[in-house]
């Protein structure tokens, strides 16, 4: 059996009761933005958001589903892609 959970920011994937992968979200953001030679605030203007607010994001990796597929749609990546940058 394989369950994904969610704790601190961080996605961990388990199979049989052991950790397989452990994804930060916020290592995502970073990558992410670095593939694209963007920085926070280039972020923040796309999202219509604070600055101070990406680098939360990126500090803690804790982020609303909503705020994850805006940032994907934002950089023209999918889901599945933003979220195997953390690993």
């Given amino acids: 059996m394989v369950a994904f959970i969610f704790f601190m920011?961080?996605?961990r994937v388990l199979q049989d009761g052991r950790e397989?992968?452990?994804?930060?979200?916020g290592k995502?953001?970073?990558?992410?933005l670095a593939n694209r030679e963007l920085k926070n605030k280039d972020l923040a203007q796309m999202?219509?958001?604070s600055p101070s607010q990406v680098s939360k994001w990126i500090s803690t990796g804790r982020m609303s589903i909503d705020n994850q597929?805006?940032?994907c749609r934002a950089l023209g990546i999918k889901?599945?892609?933003?979220?195997?940058?953390?690993?």
């Fill in 79 to 87: 889901p599945s892609y933003f979220v195997s940058l953390g690993e």
């Fill in 47 to 49: 999202l219509g958001v």
């Fill in 69 to 71: 597929k805006a940032i």
């Fill in 28 to 32: 995502s953001i970073k990558v992410a």
């Fill in 20 to 25: 397989m992968v452990r994804m930060n979200l």
């Fill in 9 to 11: 920011g961080y996605f």
